[in-house]
């Protein structure tokens, strides 16, 4: 039960999308038992984002897990985040930002797991 959201200055195409859609449900498999199958994705392109005092290319990208992951498998993640940004909207990766959340409760289909 993962969901990311990508909030970035940058404009974000179709194709785009999609592909960082797909890379980060790949992505996603450095956190042992979450997958693509339950993966939120959301992207918010053109966001007014200042970094550092410049609104330079730059994103802000919140992971939240349901439960808990180890620091190694968050630093894997970040790694693949960042160069999934890198790659697709040439965003520097010293200008993203990868934030973590984790809950012990977290609701679907009308109950909490």
Do not use: C
């Not at 859609?21 to 200042?50: F, H, N, Q, R």
């Not at 808990?68 to 520097?92: K, R, Y």
């Amino acid at each position: 039960m993962p969901y990311i959201n990508v909030k970035t200055n940058v404009s974000v195409i179709k194709e785009k999308e999609i592909n960082i859609k797909s890379a980060l449900g790949m992505a996603i498999t450095a956190i042992p038992g979450k997958s693509e199958g339950w993966l939120m994705v959301g992207i918010e392109p053109d966001s007014i984002l200042y970094f550092r005092g410049e609104d330079a290319p730059a994103a802000m990208v919140e992971v939240s897990i349901f439960g808990s992951a180890s620091s190694n498998a968050l630093t894997t993640l970040t790694s693949h985040i960042t160069g999934i940004l890198t790659d697709q909207l040439e965003i520097p990766s010293d200008r993203i930002y990868v934030k973590y959340t984790s809950t012990a409760d977290w609701g679907w289909n009308g109950s909490n797991f």
